[in-house]
Protein backbone atom coordinates (compact mmCIF):
# COMPACT_ATOMS: atom_id res chain seq x y z
CA UNK A 1 0.00 0.00 0.00
CA UNK A 2 1.21 3.29 -0.89
CA UNK A 3 2.85 6.16 1.82
CA UNK A 4 0.01 7.73 3.49
CA UNK A 5 0.78 10.87 5.38
CA UNK A 6 -0.02 10.82 9.16
CA UNK A 7 -1.75 13.79 10.78
CA UNK A 8 -0.97 14.42 14.27
CA UNK A 9 -1.52 17.88 16.21
CA UNK A 10 0.24 19.04 19.08
CA UNK A 11 -1.12 21.71 21.29
CA UNK A 12 2.15 22.66 23.07
CA UNK A 13 1.34 24.94 25.80
CA UNK A 14 -2.00 24.42 25.76
CA UNK A 15 -4.15 24.61 29.03
CA UNK A 16 -7.56 25.11 29.34
CA UNK A 17 -10.20 27.74 29.94
CA UNK A 18 -13.66 28.97 30.33
CA UNK A 19 -16.10 28.09 27.51
CA UNK A 20 -18.48 25.15 25.67
CA UNK A 21 -18.64 23.43 23.26
CA UNK A 22 -21.58 21.41 22.36
CA UNK A 23 -22.70 18.91 20.33
CA UNK A 24 -26.20 18.85 18.58
CA UNK A 25 -28.92 16.53 17.94
CA UNK A 26 -30.08 15.11 14.77
CA UNK A 27 -31.85 12.41 13.35
CA UNK A 28 -30.48 9.56 10.84
CA UNK A 29 -31.75 6.52 8.46
CA UNK A 30 -29.43 4.08 6.11
CA UNK A 31 -30.58 6.57 3.34
CA UNK A 32 -30.85 9.86 4.96
CA UNK A 33 -27.59 11.31 6.65
CA UNK A 34 -27.92 13.62 9.77
CA UNK A 35 -25.78 16.95 10.06
CA UNK A 36 -24.99 17.86 13.57
CA UNK A 37 -23.81 21.16 14.60
CA UNK A 38 -20.89 21.05 17.37
CA UNK A 39 -20.78 24.57 18.35
CA UNK A 40 -18.25 27.05 20.50
CA UNK A 41 -18.87 29.57 23.18
CA UNK A 42 -15.55 31.33 24.16
CA UNK A 43 -17.01 32.60 27.67
CA UNK A 44 -15.14 35.83 27.19
CA UNK A 45 -11.91 34.28 27.08
CA UNK A 46 -9.87 33.31 23.10
CA UNK A 47 -8.30 30.20 22.39
CA UNK A 48 -6.43 30.02 18.98
CA UNK A 49 -6.70 25.87 18.49
CA UNK A 50 -9.25 23.22 20.17
CA UNK A 51 -9.20 19.24 20.04
CA UNK A 52 -11.99 17.15 21.59
CA UNK A 53 -12.86 13.41 21.28
CA UNK A 54 -16.23 12.25 20.22
CA UNK A 55 -17.40 8.76 21.43
CA UNK A 56 -20.04 6.74 19.55
CA UNK A 57 -21.18 3.74 18.54
CA UNK A 58 -19.55 2.39 15.72
CA UNK A 59 -21.17 -0.87 15.14
CA UNK A 60 -24.22 1.60 14.01
CA UNK A 61 -23.18 4.76 13.26
CA UNK A 62 -20.59 6.11 10.30
CA UNK A 63 -19.02 9.59 11.88
CA UNK A 64 -17.26 12.19 9.68
CA UNK A 65 -16.72 15.73 10.22
CA UNK A 66 -15.94 19.13 8.45
CA UNK A 67 -14.79 22.48 9.59
CA UNK A 68 -17.45 24.99 10.50
CA UNK A 69 -17.86 28.48 9.83
CA UNK A 70 -16.61 29.66 13.10
CA UNK A 71 -13.18 27.49 12.52
CA UNK A 72 -13.15 29.00 8.86
CA UNK A 73 -13.54 32.26 9.65
CA UNK A 74 -10.47 32.19 11.61
CA UNK A 75 -8.41 30.75 9.62
CA UNK A 76 -8.50 27.42 10.94
CA UNK A 77 -8.55 23.69 9.25
CA UNK A 78 -10.14 20.43 10.63
CA UNK A 79 -8.25 16.92 11.15
CA UNK A 80 -9.93 13.82 12.42
CA UNK A 81 -7.55 10.63 14.05
CA UNK A 82 -8.50 7.91 16.06
CA UNK A 83 -6.44 8.37 19.24
CA UNK A 84 -6.97 4.73 19.92
CA UNK A 85 -6.41 2.34 16.71
CA UNK A 86 -8.12 -0.60 18.91
CA UNK A 87 -10.81 1.27 19.55
CA UNK A 88 -13.12 2.41 16.96
CA UNK A 89 -15.53 3.91 18.99
CA UNK A 90 -13.73 7.35 19.20
CA UNK A 91 -12.71 9.67 16.92
CA UNK A 92 -10.65 12.68 17.95
CA UNK A 93 -10.82 16.58 16.14
CA UNK A 94 -8.57 18.71 15.89
CA UNK A 95 -9.34 22.37 14.72
CA UNK A 96 -6.06 24.54 14.32
CA UNK A 97 -4.45 26.78 11.79
CA UNK A 98 -0.99 28.57 11.14
CA UNK A 99 -2.25 31.49 12.77
CA UNK A 100 -2.90 32.91 16.26
CA UNK A 101 -6.43 33.93 14.98
CA UNK A 102 -8.86 33.53 18.00
CA UNK A 103 -12.11 31.40 17.28
CA UNK A 104 -14.97 32.65 17.67
CA UNK A 105 -18.51 31.45 18.85
CA UNK A 106 -20.38 29.46 16.07
CA UNK A 107 -20.21 26.18 14.84
CA UNK A 108 -16.74 24.31 15.18
CA UNK A 109 -17.22 21.31 13.31
CA UNK A 110 -20.20 19.80 11.09
CA UNK A 111 -20.37 16.19 11.97
CA UNK A 112 -22.06 13.80 9.44
CA UNK A 113 -23.90 10.98 10.79
CA UNK A 114 -24.40 7.72 8.59
CA UNK A 115 -25.75 4.76 10.00
CA UNK A 116 -23.97 1.30 9.10
CA UNK A 117 -26.28 -1.14 10.98
CA UNK A 118 -29.55 -0.74 8.61
CA UNK A 119 -31.66 -2.70 11.42
CA UNK A 120 -30.92 -0.56 14.80
CA UNK A 121 -33.94 1.49 15.82
CA UNK A 122 -33.04 3.71 18.41
CA UNK A 123 -31.35 6.95 19.93
CA UNK A 124 -27.52 7.07 20.49
CA UNK A 125 -25.62 9.14 22.92
CA UNK A 126 -22.59 11.30 20.93
CA UNK A 127 -20.21 11.72 23.90
CA UNK A 128 -17.64 14.47 24.60
CA UNK A 129 -14.55 14.65 26.19
CA UNK A 130 -10.99 15.28 26.64
CA UNK A 131 -11.26 18.75 25.48
CA UNK A 132 -7.99 20.60 24.90
CA UNK A 133 -7.79 24.51 23.69
CA UNK A 134 -4.62 26.72 23.30
CA UNK A 135 -4.76 29.32 25.79
CA UNK A 136 -2.67 30.71 28.85
CA UNK A 137 -5.31 30.84 31.54
CA UNK A 138 -8.60 29.57 32.46
CA UNK A 139 -10.82 26.80 33.76
CA UNK A 140 -11.92 23.91 31.87
CA UNK A 141 -14.28 23.95 28.44
CA UNK A 142 -17.40 22.46 29.73
CA UNK A 143 -18.82 19.48 27.14
CA UNK A 144 -22.37 18.92 26.35
CA UNK A 145 -23.21 15.66 24.41
CA UNK A 146 -25.54 15.30 22.00
CA UNK A 147 -27.57 12.67 20.36
CA UNK A 148 -28.57 10.72 17.24
CA UNK A 149 -32.05 9.06 16.63
CA UNK A 150 -32.19 6.05 14.39
CA UNK A 151 -34.44 4.79 11.39
CA UNK A 152 -34.07 2.76 8.99
CA UNK A 153 -33.84 2.54 4.70
CA UNK A 154 -31.12 2.37 2.41
CA UNK A 155 -27.50 3.28 1.60
CA UNK A 156 -26.94 6.95 0.83
CA UNK A 157 -25.28 8.09 -2.51
CA UNK A 158 -21.76 9.69 -2.54
CA UNK A 159 -21.25 13.50 -2.60
CA UNK A 160 -17.86 15.49 -3.34
CA UNK A 161 -18.28 19.14 -2.61
CA UNK A 162 -16.79 21.23 -5.03
CA UNK A 163 -13.11 21.86 -3.55
CA UNK A 164 -13.05 17.61 -2.81
CA UNK A 165 -10.35 16.69 -4.90
CA UNK A 166 -6.86 16.88 -4.22
CA UNK A 167 -3.45 16.28 -4.76
CA UNK A 168 -2.70 13.01 -2.76
CA UNK A 169 0.83 14.25 -1.50
CA UNK A 170 0.38 17.69 -1.11
CA UNK A 171 -3.64 18.09 -1.01
CA UNK A 172 -2.94 21.46 -2.78
CA UNK A 173 -5.77 21.55 -5.80
CA UNK A 174 -3.83 20.04 -8.69
CA UNK A 175 -3.53 16.70 -10.16
CA UNK A 176 -2.00 14.69 -12.82
CA UNK A 177 -1.71 11.88 -14.59
CA UNK A 178 -0.39 9.04 -12.60
CA UNK A 179 -0.73 10.86 -9.29
CA UNK A 180 -1.96 9.49 -6.42
CA UNK A 181 -5.60 11.92 -5.85
CA UNK A 182 -7.40 12.38 -2.69
CA UNK A 183 -10.94 12.91 -3.18
CA UNK A 184 -13.31 14.24 -0.08
CA UNK A 185 -16.74 14.41 0.52
CA UNK A 186 -19.12 11.95 2.80
CA UNK A 187 -21.22 8.34 2.26
CA UNK A 188 -18.17 7.59 -0.16
CA UNK A 189 -18.43 3.94 1.52
CA UNK A 190 -20.61 1.48 1.94
CA UNK A 191 -21.16 0.68 5.70
CA UNK A 192 -19.43 -2.17 5.67
CA UNK A 193 -16.04 -0.98 5.11
CA UNK A 194 -14.40 -0.47 8.68
CA UNK A 195 -15.20 2.98 10.63
CA UNK A 196 -11.32 3.82 9.40
CA UNK A 197 -11.61 2.74 6.09
CA UNK A 198 -9.66 0.52 4.38
CA UNK A 199 -6.93 0.00 1.75
CA UNK A 200 -6.40 -2.41 -1.04
CA UNK A 201 -5.48 -6.05 -0.11
CA UNK A 202 -4.72 -9.18 -2.26
CA UNK A 203 -8.09 -9.89 -2.93
CA UNK A 204 -8.52 -6.67 -4.52
CA UNK A 205 -6.40 -7.60 -7.05
CA UNK A 206 -6.55 -9.94 -10.78
CA UNK A 207 -2.80 -10.93 -11.31
CA UNK A 208 -1.40 -8.14 -11.48
CA UNK A 209 -4.03 -5.43 -12.46
CA UNK A 210 -4.47 -2.49 -9.91
CA UNK A 211 -8.05 -2.49 -8.30
CA UNK A 212 -10.91 0.13 -10.45
CA UNK A 213 -13.15 -0.72 -7.81
CA UNK A 214 -13.11 -1.14 -3.76
CA UNK A 215 -16.26 -2.76 -2.23
CA UNK A 216 -17.94 -1.68 -5.77
CA UNK A 217 -17.45 1.79 -5.56
CA UNK A 218 -15.53 4.01 -8.14
CA UNK A 219 -14.10 6.63 -8.86
CA UNK A 220 -14.13 8.50 -13.18
CA UNK A 221 -11.63 11.43 -14.44
CA UNK A 222 -13.13 12.22 -17.46
CA UNK A 223 -14.96 9.13 -17.99
CA UNK A 224 -11.43 7.11 -17.14
CA UNK A 225 -11.61 4.87 -14.30
CA UNK A 226 -8.73 5.26 -11.40
CA UNK A 227 -6.90 2.60 -9.59
CA UNK A 228 -8.30 2.69 -5.99
CA UNK A 229 -6.35 2.16 -3.17
CA UNK A 230 -7.89 3.60 0.37
CA UNK A 231 -12.06 3.79 0.76
CA UNK A 232 -12.93 5.78 3.78
CA UNK A 233 -16.71 7.18 4.00
CA UNK A 234 -15.03 10.35 3.87
CA UNK A 235 -11.86 10.28 2.12
CA UNK A 236 -11.02 7.91 -0.89
CA UNK A 237 -7.43 7.66 -2.54
CA UNK A 238 -7.28 6.74 -5.96
CA UNK A 239 -4.21 6.55 -8.71
CA UNK A 240 -5.49 8.77 -11.53
CA UNK A 241 -5.64 7.07 -15.21
CA UNK A 242 -2.54 8.26 -17.89
CA UNK A 243 -3.62 10.69 -20.17
CA UNK A 244 -1.39 12.72 -22.65
CA UNK A 245 -3.71 16.45 -23.04
CA UNK A 246 -3.25 19.80 -22.11
CA UNK A 247 -3.36 21.21 -19.04
CA UNK A 248 -7.13 21.66 -18.39
CA UNK A 249 -9.89 21.04 -15.80
CA UNK A 250 -11.22 17.74 -16.16
CA UNK A 251 -14.13 15.80 -13.97
CA UNK A 252 -14.06 13.46 -10.88
CA UNK A 253 -16.92 11.48 -10.10
CA UNK A 254 -17.66 8.88 -7.51
CA UNK A 255 -20.13 6.02 -9.19
CA UNK A 256 -21.54 3.45 -6.26
CA UNK A 257 -24.49 1.13 -6.13
CA UNK A 258 -26.50 3.59 -4.30
CA UNK A 259 -26.29 6.22 -7.14
CA UNK A 260 -23.22 8.61 -8.14
CA UNK A 261 -21.91 11.85 -6.93
CA UNK A 262 -21.99 15.06 -8.95
CA UNK A 263 -19.30 15.69 -11.23
CA UNK A 264 -16.49 18.23 -9.75
CA UNK A 265 -14.31 20.32 -11.20
CA UNK A 266 -10.47 19.42 -11.25
CA UNK A 267 -7.32 20.93 -12.02
CA UNK A 268 -5.13 18.90 -14.56
CA UNK A 269 -1.84 19.64 -15.12
CA UNK A 270 0.80 17.29 -17.27
CA UNK A 271 2.68 17.30 -13.99
CA UNK A 272 1.86 17.72 -10.38
CA UNK A 273 4.95 17.27 -8.36
CA UNK A 274 4.74 16.69 -4.28
CA UNK A 275 5.84 15.01 -1.65
CA UNK A 276 4.67 12.52 0.43
CA UNK A 277 5.17 14.10 4.19
CA UNK A 278 4.26 13.72 7.98
CA UNK A 279 2.75 16.44 9.91
CA UNK A 280 4.51 17.18 13.28
CA UNK A 281 3.29 19.97 15.52
CA UNK A 282 1.67 21.30 12.37
CA UNK A 283 4.84 21.33 9.97
CA UNK A 284 4.99 18.99 7.35
CA UNK A 285 8.65 16.64 6.64
CA UNK A 286 9.85 14.92 4.31
CA UNK A 287 8.19 11.05 4.82
CA UNK A 288 11.58 8.85 5.11
CA UNK A 289 14.51 10.32 6.41
CA UNK A 290 14.99 11.12 9.85
CA UNK A 291 14.84 14.48 11.20
CA UNK A 292 17.98 15.64 11.63
CA UNK A 293 20.43 14.41 8.61
CA UNK A 294 24.01 15.71 8.21
CA UNK A 295 25.12 17.36 5.20
CA UNK A 296 26.45 15.06 2.67
CA UNK A 297 24.42 12.10 3.40
CA UNK A 298 22.40 10.63 0.47
CA UNK A 299 18.53 10.32 1.62
CA UNK A 300 15.67 8.37 0.11
CA UNK A 301 12.54 10.85 -0.49
CA UNK A 302 8.98 9.80 -1.67
CA UNK A 303 6.92 12.17 -4.11
CA UNK A 304 3.85 11.78 -6.81
CA UNK A 305 3.10 13.48 -9.81
CA UNK A 306 6.23 13.30 -11.65
CA UNK A 307 4.88 12.25 -14.56
CA UNK A 308 6.20 10.18 -17.36
CA UNK A 309 9.24 6.96 -16.68
CA UNK A 310 11.99 5.67 -19.46
CA UNK A 311 11.32 2.88 -20.16
CA UNK A 312 7.38 3.95 -19.72
CA UNK A 313 5.62 1.97 -16.77
CA UNK A 314 3.02 -0.47 -17.07
CA UNK A 315 -0.52 1.66 -16.34
CA UNK A 316 -2.69 -0.07 -13.25
CA UNK A 317 -0.34 -2.54 -12.86
CA UNK A 318 1.85 -3.80 -9.94
CA UNK A 319 5.37 -2.83 -10.48
CA UNK A 320 7.96 -5.57 -10.62
CA UNK A 321 10.72 -3.30 -11.01
CA UNK A 322 12.18 0.80 -10.98
CA UNK A 323 11.40 3.00 -13.58
CA UNK A 324 13.43 5.82 -13.73
CA UNK A 325 12.76 9.69 -15.06
CA UNK A 326 14.70 10.83 -17.73
CA UNK A 327 18.07 11.68 -16.19
CA UNK A 328 18.46 15.22 -15.17
CA UNK A 329 14.60 16.45 -15.41
CA UNK A 330 14.26 16.24 -11.59
CA UNK A 331 15.86 18.88 -9.69
CA UNK A 332 15.84 19.36 -6.27
CA UNK A 333 16.23 22.48 -3.76
CA UNK A 334 17.13 22.38 -0.39
CA UNK A 335 16.08 26.46 1.00
CA UNK A 336 17.91 27.97 -1.39
CA UNK A 337 20.55 25.52 -1.98
CA UNK A 338 20.49 23.05 -5.11
CA UNK A 339 20.61 19.76 -3.62
CA UNK A 340 22.37 16.90 -6.14
CA UNK A 341 19.67 14.37 -7.55
CA UNK A 342 21.00 10.79 -7.31
CA UNK A 343 18.36 8.64 -8.76
CA UNK A 344 14.88 9.51 -9.59
CA UNK A 345 12.22 7.09 -10.51
CA UNK A 346 8.54 5.25 -9.83
CA UNK A 347 9.55 2.59 -7.72
CA UNK A 348 5.76 1.67 -6.88
CA UNK A 349 2.42 2.18 -8.73
CA UNK A 350 1.83 6.57 -8.02
CA UNK A 351 5.04 6.35 -6.09
CA UNK A 352 8.04 7.86 -7.21
CA UNK A 353 11.86 7.62 -5.12
CA UNK A 354 13.98 10.83 -5.30
CA UNK A 355 17.34 10.03 -4.16
CA UNK A 356 19.41 13.72 -3.40
CA UNK A 357 22.48 14.82 -1.49
CA UNK A 358 21.72 16.69 1.62
CA UNK A 359 23.46 20.21 0.80
CA UNK A 360 26.13 21.80 3.51
CA UNK A 361 23.73 24.00 5.50
CA UNK A 362 23.78 25.01 8.94
CA UNK A 363 21.01 23.63 11.55
CA UNK A 364 17.32 24.01 10.83
CA UNK A 365 14.53 23.19 9.16
CA UNK A 366 15.03 23.60 5.27
CA UNK A 367 12.00 23.71 2.46
CA UNK A 368 12.19 21.48 -0.29
CA UNK A 369 10.73 21.84 -3.62
CA UNK A 370 11.22 19.77 -6.93
CA UNK A 371 11.10 21.12 -10.52
CA UNK A 372 10.36 19.55 -13.69
CA UNK A 373 9.76 20.56 -17.24
CA UNK A 374 9.23 23.93 -15.15
CA UNK A 375 6.45 22.41 -12.73
CA UNK A 376 7.32 23.08 -8.72
CA UNK A 377 6.21 21.13 -5.68
CA UNK A 378 4.64 23.36 -3.62
CA UNK A 379 6.51 25.72 -1.47
CA UNK A 380 6.76 25.49 2.42
CA UNK A 381 4.91 21.93 2.27
CA UNK A 382 8.00 19.97 2.94
CA UNK A 383 10.65 20.17 5.26
CA UNK A 384 13.94 18.33 6.44
CA UNK A 385 15.80 19.85 9.57
CA UNK A 386 19.54 19.39 9.08
CA UNK A 387 22.08 18.82 11.67
CA UNK A 388 25.78 19.01 11.37
Known sequence: MFLRVLFTMLFAGASLFAGTLAVGTGVASSSSNA????????????????????????????????????ASSAGKTLQTSQPDSANANTMRFMVFGFNQNAIGD????????????????????????????????????????GSVTVGSGGEPSPSVPSAGVTNGASFEAVIAPGAFITVWGTNLAPRSVPVQ???????????????????????TINGKPGYFAFIHAGQLNVL????????????????????????VQAKW???????????IAGKFYLAG?????????????????FGPTNPAYPEGQILTQAYPVPTGAVTVKVGSANAQVVWAGLTYAGVYQIN?????????????????AGYNSPDAKAYLTIKN
Open 35 to 70: TINVTYTAGGTAATSLQFDLTFDSTVLLVTGTGGSA
Open 106 to 145: GVVVVLNIGVRNATYSGTLTLQISNIVASTTSGPAVAGTN
Open 197 to 219: GRGWSANDFQGMNLPTKLDNYSV
Open 240 to 263: APNDTGDDRMVLVQVLSPNGNSSA
Open 269 to 279: QKYAPAFFCQN
Open 289 to 305: PARGVRPGATIETYGTG
Open 356 to 372: IVVPTLADGDYAVVATI
